[in-house]
């Protein structure tokens, strides 16, 4: 459409611009993945995602996706939705639906109030 409006030299600056957010949101993934891994290993266990293991959780996170991107956007599209639905329900609804409601339910009873806004120590 841009080169029969007679803008051929847009379509590069619309391509560095469209790859450029592909690459930004590519980025911005991995390091979602490497922070959860980091935030469940400093919770659970007191220590921390190494380097070398960022950088394997990076690699193999572009590995899996390179390797998805070998059956085509269309196919991976059509097959994927519903896939990827089924994954958010899981690793969002069904925990939050369960585990979190136990937690209301729990700790519905305590004495910590967590509305209060809490006291500064300058007067």
């Known amino acids: 459409m841009i ?4 803008f051929g030299f847009l ?3 619309y391509m560095i611009g469209l790859f450029g957010t592909f690459v930004e949101t590519g980025a911005g993934f991995i390091q979602g993945i ?3 891994i980091d935030s469940y290993l400093r ?3 007191g220590t921390t995602l190494s380097k070398p293991l960022r950088a394997f ?3 193999a996170a572009i590995g899996i996706s390179a390797g998805l991107a070998t059956f085509g956007i269309i196919a991976l599209i059509a097959r994927g939705y519903g ?3 089924w994954g958010f329900f899981a690793v969002y609804v069904i925990p939050l639906m369960t585990y979190g409601i ?3 339910v729990v700790y519905r009873d305590t004495e910590e109030v967590r509305d209060e806004p809490t ?3 300058v007067p």
Not at 3 to 6: E, H, K, M, Q, Y
Request: hydrophobic share 45%.
């Open 57 to 59: 959780v990076a690699v």
């Open 83 to 85: 896939t990827i639905a």
């Open 102 to 104: 136990y937690k209301l």
């Open 43 to 45: 919770e659970k266990k």
């Open 3 to 6: 080169t029969n409006l007679g």
């Open 11 to 13: 379509l590069i600056l």
């Open 34 to 36: 490497n922070e959860r």
């Open 119 to 121: 006291k500064s120590a």
